[in-house]
């Protein structure tokens, strides 16, 4: 990674492996408890090598249920009285500056959810003129325009004019998805002066700018100045670091990037405020598309690889691992990829289901965390479990893993990657961390690898630091050795008497 994106991500220059975990997933348990969970957890996270946070939206949202991706109100961070309750389903403000505190304290930063394509929940409605567009081709109308009545009209009476006295209608969206007036449930167009979708959205269903809820117009100068205004408020009054912005392919571009660089440079003696996008699409040529346009640095979520790693989980052995990052952003643009396994999008259950088989959780995390390549983002549900109809377990010993990163994944990269089945890859360590050999085995029989860890090790002996795989190496007087892993799994290897081995529990 280049030093000027590490800056951006991180306070603190002088720390070691950078890693995100995404602290929350669909079914993580809201009633107000989830600030306090969060600030409960930050000596445990930032133990095992957590380093930054992307936290569910802070904002309150059209209920008390609501998780925040419903955004009613961007001002309100569970602080007034609105939509049924002060706090959001998360927690309220104070348990929430709070846990962002603690963690700081402790090297974790926290990235900002913003959800900025739409509003939801408006406190009254308003007749207007609009036109019906297809599903399926947003860019044709269908009929005639002709007046609506619809939920637009935002005037936030629990908070009044604290922090923002803008109150929103109808002129600051571009569609809605619901006639009132006839009890009709399609995507409207609003029509007037300067309409329009944005032209620089994805191309999905001929124009992919309207999502849900009302759909907020992004050309619309109130709306430019109110969100900016936000983007600065929030990073100042929570004391987080950058954001993670939902939605990014159904929002203008044009938009996106002025808001990143006003955000950025009103961030005076401060690191510059890292942002990353999700932009759910698997296609390295779009993404790369979407990030040349954006005139800044930008990271977005690498979808290709979570769907690589989709497929290697089902095809089992017959999957060849050496394929793994092709047609992959960390493989066509390491600085600006976000890499990951799941995220409360693709869990069970969720719109864009994609979910990873279990057993091969353990090798997708392998190689995003013991690469150098890439910002590995942790799921929450894969650390600790995912609630829901469909429960699903955590990974086994993740913690283990991530703290591998944090301890032994550094220096030279070396691979050997030469059967379709089983791969490894040497870090050669550094002078503040010892080195380590990674291997993982997607075969139903044991994994094995010789590699030239060099002769400076000569005599050492070396074992797997998860014990999974029982068995002590010795390398050889000219430095190389073979090392194993268990059938479908990993293990990870450094010398018996490492820098940090004692920090893991005794499995070995």
Same mark, same amino acid.
């Given at each position: 990674?280049?030093?000027?994106?590490?800056?951006?991500?991180?306070?603190?220059?002088?720390?070691?492996?950078?890693?995100?975990?995404?602290?929350?997933?669909?079914?993580?348990?809201?009633?107000?408890?989830?600030?306090?969970?969060?600030?409960?957890?930050?000596? !445990?996270?930032?133990?095992?090598?957590?380093?930054?946070?992307?936290?569910?939206?802070?904002?309150?949202?059209?209920?008390? =249920?609501?998780?925040?991706?419903?955004?009613?109100?961007?001002?309100?961070? @569970?602080?007034?009285?609105?939509?049924?309750?002060?706090?959001?389903?998360?927690?309220?403000?104070?348990?929430?500056?709070?846990?962002?505190?603690?963690?700081?304290?402790?090297?974790?930063?926290?990235?900002?959810?913003?959800?900025?394509?739409?509003?939801?929940?408006?406190?009254?409605?308003?007749? &207007?003129?609009?036109?019906?567009?297809?599903?399926?081709?947003?860019?044709?109308?269908?009929?005639?325009?002709?007046?609506?009545?619809?939920?637009?009209?935002?005037?936030?009476?629990?908070?009044?004019?604290?922090?923002?006295?803008?109150?929103?209608?109808? !002129?600051?969206?571009? @569609?809605?998805?619901?006639?009132?007036?006839?009890?009709? !449930?399609?995507?409207?167009?609003?029509?007037?002066?300067?309409?329009?979708?944005?032209?620089?959205?994805?191309?999905?269903?001929?124009?992919?700018?309207?999502?849900?809820?009302?759909?907020?117009?992004?050309?619309?100068?109130?709306?430019?100045?109110?969100?900016?205004?936000?983007?600065?408020?929030?990073?100042?009054?929570?004391?987080?670091?950058?954001?993670? &912005?939902?939605?990014?392919?159904?929002?203008?571009?044009?938009?996106?990037?002025?808001?990143?660089?006003?955000?950025?440079?009103?961030?005076?003696?401060?690191?510059?405020?890292?942002?990353?996008?999700?932009?759910?699409?698997?296609?390295?040529?779009?993404?790369?598309?979407?990030?040349?346009?954006?005139?800044?640095? &930008?990271?977005?979520?690498?979808?290709?690889?979570?769907? !690589? &790693?989709?497929?290697?989980?089902?095809?089992?052995?017959?999957?060849?691992?050496?394929?793994?990052?092709? =047609?992959?952003?960390?493989?066509?643009?390491?600085?600006?990829?976000?890499?990951?396994?799941?995220?409360?999008?693709?869990?069970?259950?969720?719109?864009?289901? =994609?979910?990873?088989?279990?057993?091969?959780?353990?090798?997708? +995390?392998?190689?995003?965390?013991?690469?150098?390549?890439?910002?590995?983002?942790?799921?929450?549900?894969?650390?600790?479990?995912?609630?829901?109809?469909?429960?699903?377990?955590?990974?086994?010993?993740?913690?283990?893993?991530?703290?591998?990163?944090?301890?032994?994944? +550094?220096?030279?990269?070396?691979?050997? /990657?030469?059967?379709?089945?089983?791969?490894? /890859?040497?870090?050669?360590?550094?002078?503040?961390?010892?080195?380590?050999?990674?291997?993982?085995?997607?075969?139903?029989?044991?994994?094995?690898?010789?590699?030239?860890?060099?002769?400076?090790?000569?005599?050492?002996?070396?074992?797997?630091?998860?014990?999974?795989?029982?068995?002590?190496?010795?390398?050889?007087?000219?430095?190389?050795?073979?090392?194993?892993?268990?059938?479908?799994?990993?293990?990870?290897?450094?010398?018996?008497?490492?820098?940090?081995?004692?920090?893991?529990?005794?499995?070995?």
């Amino acid at each position: 990674m280049a030093s000027g994106a590490d800056r951006s991500r991180h306070a603190d220059d002088n720390h070691p492996n950078y890693c995100m975990i995404q602290y929350f997933e669909w079914y993580a348990p809201g009633e107000g408890t989830h600030w306090n969970r969060y600030k409960s957890e930050v000596d !445990n996270l930032a133990s095992m090598g957590i380093t930054a946070a992307w936290l569910p939206p802070p904002t309150k949202g059209s209920s008390p =249920n609501g998780t925040g991706y419903d955004v009613y109100d961007l001002w309100d961070l @569970g602080e007034f009285d609105q939509k049924g309750a002060k706090g959001t389903h998360w927690g309220n403000k104070e348990q929430l500056l709070a846990a962002i505190a603690a963690a700081k304290e402790k090297g974790i930063i926290t990235y900002i959810d913003a959800v900025l394509n739409h509003k939801a929940g408006a406190d009254e409605k308003e007749k &207007f003129l609009a036109t019906m567009v297809d599903r399926n081709k947003r860019d044709q109308l269908v009929g005639d325009q002709h007046d609506i009545e619809a939920w637009t009209k935002f005037t936030f009476p629990g908070r009044g004019d604290k922090y923002s006295g803008m109150k929103w209608n109808f !002129n600051h969206f571009t @569609g809605v998805d619901y006639d009132a007036a006839t009890e009709t !449930n399609a995507i409207y167009k609003i029509q007037g002066d300067g309409k329009a979708w944005a032209r620089d959205v994805d191309k999905e269903n001929g124009n992919y700018d309207y999502l849900m809820f009302a759909d907020i117009d992004h050309k619309h100068p109130d709306v430019i100045k109110d969100l900016n205004d936000w983007g600065e408020w929030v990073l100042n009054e929570t004391g987080a670091y950058g954001f993670r &912005f939902d939605a990014v392919k159904h929002i203008s571009r044009d938009f996106i990037s002025q808001f990143v660089k006003e955000v950025r440079a009103e961030q005076k003696g401060r690191p510059a405020a890292f942002c990353v996008g999700e932009f759910w699409k698997d296609s390295v040529p779009a993404l790369c598309e979407y990030l040349d346009g954006l005139g800044t640095q &930008f990271s977005v979520f690498d979808t290709p690889l979570q769907g !690589n &790693f989709k497929e290697a989980g089902d095809g089992k052995e017959a999957y060849d691992l050496r394929k793994v990052f092709d =047609n992959t952003l960390v493989q066509a643009r390491p600085i600006d990829a976000v890499t990951l396994v799941d995220n409360h999008d693709t869990q069970v259950g969720q719109a864009l289901q =994609n979910w990873v088989p279990a057993w091969f959780k353990p090798l997708a +995390y392998a190689l995003i965390l013991m690469r150098p390549d890439g910002y590995p983002c942790v799921f929450y549900g894969d650390l600790y479990g995912c609630g829901g109809e469909n429960p699903q377990p955590g990974v086994a010993q993740l913690e283990d893993i991530i703290r591998s990163r944090k301890l032994f994944a +550094y220096g030279e990269h070396v691979d050997y /990657w030469d059967h379709a089945n089983c791969v490894a /890859w040497l870090r050669k360590g550094d002078a503040n961390h010892d080195g380590s050999v990674t291997v993982i085995c997607n075969g139903t029989g044991e994994g094995q690898k010789r590699v030239d860890v060099g002769k400076e090790h000569a005599g050492e002996k070396w074992t797997d630091v998860l014990g999974w795989h029982q068995g002590e190496v010795t390398i050889g007087d000219d430095g190389w050795a073979d090392f194993f892993s268990p059938p479908q799994s990993i293990s990870i290897w450094t010398k018996t008497d490492a820098r940090g081995r004692d920090e893991f529990k005794k499995k070995e």
